[in-house]
Structures are given as structure tokens and as C-alpha cells.
């Protein structure tokens, strides 16, 4: 890729069924034919393919393969005339840049390209002093220079450019880099040229004409005839305007109409002016007609941005609504589901009381049978009563919270346990409510029981385990053992077995 890009280029072009890869050699193989074509000089009109890689490699964890990525999405942007995206794109590449080398000051050296082209030369500046302090004693140090000195050339600081391209050259000819060479003596004797310092920059423009190479001669014949012609040395300017004018494109040739338009009329051949004039407005009017085409596409793609932003916008708008709309319709079914099925609990509990209002009601009813006759139906009635009202009391106490706490209570580590500790007085008091029955029959039938004795009764009716009834009575093991054989001594069989049965262990 560094030193043969056009042969990789080859091997990438190769590959069969790209799309076939996996995930992470799809996003690889994205991004170095990106790269690959970059280097090749190849227009990146689509950036469907590098945007794999950056969808890949993402824009926050950093490393060089997300920094590329980044870069060429960039890059694209700018073959494209997006150069506000590429810049963009740039920044973020220099955030996930991990290291500082020539690839991370070839990003700012192209960053400040962009600025240039947005007419923020002082930004630009910044820019290439960022490129030159990374690659400072290097023979890449020429290009962020001969940057600076240009963004000193724009600004209309001749003297700060001449140091700065001065200072490249020194370096180009230390290098013996014949093509930066002839570049610096061109850009050289254009800022003399426009210093005024005519012979100077003459002595440089033909300093370039014999080192530039056959693609960048015409130019600087034409940078010659224009000072040939400050220097009022009309037959010379004349030879270099018309020097290789059809290697130059149609804003040099441009120029070159023009110098000769100037030099024709100064010699007072009027039908040479003309001719030149006329060939020049020719070319300035198909300038024109480019220039406004560019600035109708220019305008035409911002307008085309501008309504994709709109329409994203009422998209983000829509979406919001629709999310806002639902949250608040979620919210009100949360509440009207909350709201009906505490009414119905509550319509459940009242419903648990009354049928356990009647219950008593059928127990005084008992006592009040007191005939010898049917003693037998009468414990059979009571007992079955006693069991309808155990079952109501359970039913109550899961319509509350205490009911949560206690399987909570089941399920909780010794560490946990001693966490809920503090709920101890409230969860006795609740399941005591629930129980009231209950215990007052167990108080009736056997009233040498006490109330920790009743309790008791009522947890092992809830089949507690051991370790829930030594946490809420706040006795030990063998103090609850104790209290059951007290209990078993005061109750009768039938009714100890039914409170301390087997199942309910």
C-alpha cells in the first residue's frame, strides 16, 4: 500500500465476493480499497463502501483503522464538494488518531486544504503548524511549510510567506527533491512578482523553468511572461505567453489572451489586440458559464442538504411525538391498571371481611348451643368454622404487603435478613390483624396459652419457616422448641396436629 499503491489496488480488485467476508475482513478490505483507490488518484464519488468501515470501527474507541476510516470518509466528502462533511470527518479522524505520525499530519495538512478553501486562512494556518510540529526533522516538514506560507500569501503578507517558502526550499534542496524544488522557485518568484521585485522574480522563474518537469512547464512560462511583461519586455513576454499555451487549462490560457491583448496594444497592433481580446472574452465567458453552473450545483446541493435536513428534523419531530404519546398512554394504562386492581383488592378484602364478620357471627351462635343432645355436631360445626376462618385469615393477609415481606423473608440471606430486621414489628402487627379471629379462638378454647404462644400457632399456620419464625418472634431454635412442647401440653390432639402438622412443616 505505501510503496506500490497501484498493485494494491490489483490485489483488492481481485478479491471474489467481497460481501462474502466476515464482518471484521469486510470492514478492512472497505477500507483499504478506499485507500487504495485514493492513492491511485481515483475520484471517491461513493462513500457507501468506506462507510462500512466506519460503521465498523465506530468514532469512539481509538485507533488507526478508526482514524483512516474517518479520514477517507472525509476524503470522499471532498472529491464530492462536501468540504464542510469533510472537515467534519477530518476531526474526528485527528480525535481517534492514537499516535502522533505522518498519517496524523497528513489529516491536518488536508483539514487546513479545507480551510483554505473556505477562505479561513488564519484557521489553515494552525493547521499546517500542527503537520510541521509532527513531522519537524523530517523530510515531510516541506509541505506543511510551503502551507503556512501560502495561508502568509493569502492574507497579503508578502514577507512572512518569503520566509516561510525560504525555509522550505532550504530544506527541498537538502533533500535533493527535484519536484518540491521547482515548485518552491515557482512559488517564489510569484510572491516577488507581486512585491514588485520584478528582477528577483525573474531570477526565480527561470530558476523553475529548467528544474520543473514537462507537466508543470506551462505554468511556469506563463508566471515568466507575466513578469517579462512588468518588465516591459514585450517581445520576451509575448514568446513565453504563447510557450506551450495549449498545456495550460482555460483559466491560464485566459491570461495568456490577456498578457498578449496587453502586449499587441502597447505595440499598437490593433488587429493582433483584437483577435486576442476576442479569444479571451470567448474563454472568460465559458469561465463564466462554469463558474455559474458550480454555483447553481453548489446551490442545488445545499438546497437538496437543506430539505434532507427538514425532512430529518420533522422525522426526529414525529418520532418524539409518537414516543411522548406513548409514554404518557403507557402511563395512564399503568395507572388505570394500578388503580382498578387496587380497587379490586380492596373490593376482595372487604369481601374477606364480611364473610369472616359472618364467621363470627356462626361462632357466637355455637355458643349458645349448649344442649348435651348434639355436643357432637357442635365440635364438628366448630371445628369446621375454625378451619373456614384460618383459610379467610390467609386469604386477607395476601391482599396486604406483609404478605410480599414474608416470601421475601423465606428467600433472604442470613446477611439480608438481618436488613429486614426493622420491618420485625410492623410484619407481626399486620399478620396479628389478620389473624385477630383466630388467635381469640385458640385464646377461648385454651386460655393458659399466651400471646407469644398464639403467634407462634399463627406462623406455623402459615407454614413459616424456622428461620422467618426465629426472625419474627426474635427467639432461638431451641427456645421455639421449648414453646411448642408448652403448647402441645395445653392443647388438645386434634387441634396441635392441625396447627404443628407435618404439611405445615
Known amino acids: 500500500m505505501e510503496e506500490y499503491p497501484d498493485s ?4 483488492l480488485e481481485s478479491i471474489s465476493f467481497p460481501q462474502e467476508l ?10 483499504l480499497l478506499t485507500q487504495a483507490r485514493y492513492k491511485n488518484y481515483i475520484t471517491l464519488e461513493d462513500d457507501s463502501l468506506i462507510k462500512t468501515a466506519v460503521e465498523y470501527y465506530g468514532d469512539r474507541k481509538k485507533s488507526v483503522r478508526a482514524a483512516k476510516a474517518h479520514y477517507y470518509w472525509g476524503a470522499t466528502y471532498r472529491d464530492r464538494g462536501y468540504t464542510s462533511f469533510a472537515v467534519e470527518e477530518y476531526l474526528a479522524a485527528i480525535r481517534l488518531m492514537p499516535v502522533k505520525d505522518e498519517f496524523l499530519a497528513m489529516i491536518y495538512d488536508n483539514l487546513a486544504e479545507c480551510y483554505e478553501e473556505e477562505d479561513l486562512s488564519s484557521v489553515a494556518a494552525e493547521s499546517y503548524r500542527s503537520a510541521y510540529q509532527i513531522l519537524k526533522g523530517k523530510s515531510g516538514q516541506i509541505y506543511p511549510l510551503r ?9 497579503n503578507e508578502q514577507d512572512s510567506a518569503l520566509c516561510y517558502y525560504q525555509q522550505a526550499l532550504d530544506y527541498a534542496l537538502a533533500d535533493q527533491d527535484s519536484n ?26 527561470s530558476k523553475a523553468i529548467a528544474v520543473v518537469g514537462q507537466d508543470r512547464v506551462a505554468n511556469a512560462y506563463l508566471l515568466k511572461a507575466k513578469i517579462m511583461l512588468n518588465l516591459n519586455k514585450l517581445d520576451s513576454a509575448s514568446y513565453f505567453f504563447s510557450k506551450n499555451m495549449d498545456s495550460l487549462d482555460i483559466y491560464g490560457k485566459v491570461a495568456c489572451y490577456n498578457g498578449m491583448y496587453q502586449i499587441a496594444k502597447k505595440k499598437g497592433e490593433w488587429k493582433v ?6 479569444a479571451y472574452k470567448i474563454l472568460y465567458d465559458s469561465i463564466q458559464i462554469m463558474t455559474d453552473n458550480e454555483e447553481l450545483n453548489r446551490l442545488m446541493d445545499k438546497h437538496q442538504l437543506e430539505e434532507h435536513k427538514r425532512l430529518l428534523s420533522e422525522r426526529t419531530k414525529i418520532l418524539f411525538f409518537s414516543l411522548g404519546v406513548s409514554f404518557f398512554s403507557l402511563m395512564i394504562i399503568c395507572v388505570f391498571y394500578f388503580m382498578w386492581n387496587d380497587r379490586k383488592r380492596k373490593k376482595r378484602y372487604i369481601a374477606l371481611q364480611n364473610e369472616l364478620t359472618q364467621k363470627r357471627v356462626d361462632n357466637m351462635l355455637l355458643k349458645e348451643e349448649d344442649s348435651e343432645s348434639n355436643k357432637e355436631d357442635i365440635d364438628k360445626k366448630r371445628s369446621k368454622l375454625t378451619e373456614q376462618q384460618i383459610q379467610l385469615c390467609i386469604s386477607m393477609l395476601k391482599t396486604t404487603d406483609c404478605y410480599d415481606k414474608l416470601e421475601a423473608l423465606e428467600k433472604a440471606t442470613p446477611k439480608q435478613l438481618l436488613a429486614m430486621r426493622s420491618f420485625r414489628k410492623e410484619m407481626r402487627s399486620a399478620i396479628s390483624s389478620s389473624f385477630v379471629d383466630v388467635m381469640m379462638n385458640l385464646q377461648e378454647r385454651y386460655p393458659t396459652l399466651t400471646g407469644d404462644d398464639v403467634f407462634y400457632c399463627v406462623l406455623s399456620l402459615l407454614c413459616c419457616s424456622k428461620s422467618v419464625m426465629m426472625e419474627l418472634m426474635g427467639a432461638t431454635s431451641d427456645a421455639l422448641k421449648t414453646r411448642k412442647s408448652r403448647i402441645k401440653n395445653k392443647m388438645d390432639a386434634q387441634i396441635f396436629e392441625r396447627v404443628f402438622g407435618v404439611d405445615n412443616q
Open 273 to 278: 489586440a483584437t483577435e486576442n481580446i476576442d
Open 22 to 31: 466476515p464482518r471484521a475482513d469486510r470492514a478492512l478490505y472497505a477500507l
Open 180 to 205: 518540491l524544488i521547482g515548485a518552491l522557485y515557482h512559488d517564489l518568484a510569484m510572491v516577488y512578482n507581486e512585491k514588485k521585485d520584478y528582477i528577483q522574480a525573474d531570477k526565480y522563474a
Open 147 to 155: 502551507g503556512i506560507a501560502r495561508t502568509f500569501l493569502l492574507q
Open 8 to 11: 494494491a489496488l490489483s490485489v
